[in-house]
């Protein structure tokens, strides 16, 4: 079915009894052409991709509980292409292109919400280093604007300019980025993909990958053996977990990120705003709440809940930059699993087992990467090797010394 204006009006009339489920839940079948291990965004994606871009439709999702049940839901739903590096600013406007026009594409409602992303500079060294990475992100083709103080106390009035500490000295926007409705885009990814006769396997862990002589022949999940002859890891914080059942170890350290929502209020924030002197980002959801979070959790976990020391850093933050918001209630918060790598970049494209392929080490970037993720993961399944936008997210660039370094951290999947 075709989601339309006719299509409501129809429904509306007949009582609502004509809708569908919008995917099958088909049994698994003994061999696909590729399995996908992960019913994320990123998995989700891939295997659209898949199907459309390349014409590969024998494909599995696998997924251990319901689709979209890990990260793609677990997080602040901001997209944003204002990365410095060539490498991460071509991959992130190609993604950022991709959600412009998703909606269209998959013919689902994802609620994409061009607001504006503004980055806040607190220091002129900061101001500098912003108008570089501006300078970087229009090369690329990004758009980028550097804001003046009295631009930014125009446009945020509640915004505290003149802290003390943390004075507002300019700001980098881009007025492209802003929000989409996470849930929706694993519900649209999920139903576009069904549609070329993907199957959708819920509640099917994988507990093991079968390889032999080199080559991966498939996955023992926990409803049995299904063979394939390419299997794509796309298991974001357990990723690491699931690369060890083929014997890689990688390159990751998992934490938890956390996120929180606030009472619901009238309209107080229309663009994405960041802290510059701290790791915090807030936004105001169609609902009302305001959506923030901060940095990571400091040891490793696979837990999906956070640590109170976050929680009280969190909020000092958004008390540095909105005093105004001290008297709001925050109602909920949750936790994500991110696959945190060693130069804060993701990991896309093969690996030294034979059809097996590797997605992961997504740190913060996960989900406004999740269309150009889905796309190039696709492209380097379908092809047997990485597209040029993903060419320099090899898992060897760790080996080899090639790494990209976006927040000059190192090492550190902490301070990333």
Not at 183 to 191: I, L, P, Q, T
Request: glycine share 12%.
């Amino acid at each position: 079915m075709s989601y339309s204006a006719f299509a409501l009006l129809k429904n509306a009339l007949s009582g609502n009894r004509g809708w569908k489920p919008v995917w099958r839940e088909p049994e698994p079948k003994a061999h696909y052409d590729t399995i996908v291990v992960g019913g994320g965004g990123h998995g989700l994606a891939t295997a659209y991709y898949l199907a459309k871009e390349h014409g590969i439709t024998d494909v599995a999702v696998v997924e251990k509980g319901y689709l979209g049940s890990g990260n793609v839901g677990r997080n602040t739903t901001i997209i944003r292409s204002n990365y410095l590096l060539p490498d991460n600013t071509r991959f992130y406007e190609w993604s950022l292109k991709l959600w412009e026009g998703l909606e269209q594409d998959i013919n689902y409602n994802a609620m994409v919400s061009q607001r504006g992303v503004l980055n806040l500079a607190h220091t002129d060294a900061q101001r500098d280093a912003y108008a570089r990475r501006g300078n970087a992100m229009r090369i690329a083709g990004a758009d980028a604007d550097l804001l003046t103080r009295e631009e930014i106390r125009a446009m945020v009035p509640l915004l505290a300019m003149d802290d003390a500490r943390f004075p507002v000295k300019a700001g980098l926007l881009q007025r492209r980025g802003g929000t989409v409705r996470h849930d929706a885009v694993a519900w649209g990814y999920a139903r576009a993909a069904d549609q070329r006769g993907v199957d959708l396997l819920q509640n099917c862990e994988v507990i093991g990958i079968r390889v032999e002589n080199g080559a991966v022949k498939g996955v023992e999940t926990t409803r049995g053996f299904i063979g394939a002859r390419r299997v794509a890891l796309a298991a974001a914080g357990h990723s690491s977990r699931v690369a060890e059942m083929a014997g890689l170890r990688l390159p990751l350290e998992s934490h938890v990120l956390q996120a929180f929502v606030s009472e619901g209020v009238k309209p107080v924030l229309d663009q994405v705003v960041t802290f510059g002197a701290g790791h915090f980002y807030i936004s105001q959801s169609d609902k009302g709440g305001l959506v923030f979070g901060g940095d990571i959790d400091g040891y490793a976990s696979y837990a999906q809940r956070g640590s109170l020391p976050i929680v009280e850093d969190v909020m000092e933050c958004a008390m540095a930059l909105f005093p105004s918001f001290s008297r709001l209630r925050y109602l909920r918060q949750w936790g994500g699993v991110m696959d945190m790598s060693m130069d804060g970049s993701p990991i896309i494209g093969t690996t030294p087992i034979s059809g097996l392929f590797l997605n992961c080490g997504w740190c913060y970037g996960g989900f406004k990467a999740t269309p150009a993720s889905g796309w190039c993961f696709a492209w380097t399944i379908a092809k047997g090797e990485p597209h040029a936008l993903n060419a320099g997210f090899r898992l060897d660039r760790f080996a080899t010394g090639h790494v990209i370094d976006e927040k000059g951290a190192g090492a550190q999947a902490n301070l990333h």
